[in-house]
């Protein structure tokens, strides 16, 4: 699968969405699939390209795009299919390019296994529905994450996560469930565990599908700073690719 917005143009590179996943088909019936809410929640101006290298398509080099978004997906990290380890090492080169990557669940752990780090299933189980997520000091000073408050919520939906860092990865957020759940590593590379594309209506449907059949279902609210990590990110694209000025 590969895909551009209408408006892009020959001479103005695209921010690429990496397709790793689909959400469940009544899901994307109903309020569309990952690249859609991602696509959604930027509110960029800037031309979209989406690449699901599960298909065998290949990825551009870095250079050519102006961001990456990894997205979700329902493979796991461990599984090291050959799709998912090639876009591991795609992703090396673009870190090096200093290219700005956000990975998001799936590709939050993808991105930290390309570098060195360690993702497993979670010793807790599932994190499932509407969590609260906690900064770190290092995050108020974090061009991607400055100026959101100390404790938000994100929507969650995961077994695997990353239980060791990469090396030099700095921490921005955690809790008391999955203590990773963002990082930066370099200067231009995000992981987030949590789902800032992730709407309510989404979520409650993973929380339905998902959920123990006894107990109380965990909550669904809205996540809006959450949320603003994507236009943040398509602002610091943005940012990154306008030339030095004279």
């Known amino acids: 699968m590969s895909q551009a917005t209408p408006h892009a143009t020959p001479s103005e590179p695209p921010l690429l969405i990496v397709k790793t996943g689909s959400t469940h ?49 329902h493979s796991m990290v461990t599984d090291r299919e050959p799709w998912s380890e090639q876009t591991a090492q795609w992703l090396r080169a673009a870190v090096a390019a200093q290219t700005p990557v956000l990975g998001i669940c799936y590709g939050h752990q993808l991105l930290a296994h390309a570098l060195g780090g360690e993702v497993d299933f979670h010793p807790g189980g599932i994190e499932l529905g509407t969590v609260d997520v906690t900064l770190t000091p290092a995050a108020h000073a974090d061009p991607l994450f400055q100026g959101l408050p100390p404790q938000f919520s994100g929507q969650a939906a995961h077994r695997q996560s990353v239980r060791r860092l990469p090396p030099g990865a700095v921490l921005l957020a955690g809790n008391a469930f999955e203590p990773h759940q963002a990082y930066r590593i370099g200067r231009h590379a995000w992981g987030v565990q949590f789902h800032p594309e992730f709407g309510v209506p989404a979520t409650a449907a993973y929380v339905r599908m998902n959920a123990p059949a006894t107990g109380p279902m965990p909550p669904v609210r809205p996540t809006p700073h959450a949320a603003s990590l994507l236009p943040r990110f398509a602002r610091l694209v943005r940012t990154a690719a306008m030339p030095p000025a004279a």
């Open 25 to 73: 088909p009544d899901i994307a019936a109903a309020w569309g699939d990952f690249e859609d809410w991602i696509a959604a929640g930027l509110g960029s101006a800037s031309p979209i390209r989406v690449i699901d290298p599960r298909t065998g398509a290949t990825l551009p080099d870095p250079s050519r795009v102006t961001g990456v978004i990894v997205t979700g997906s």
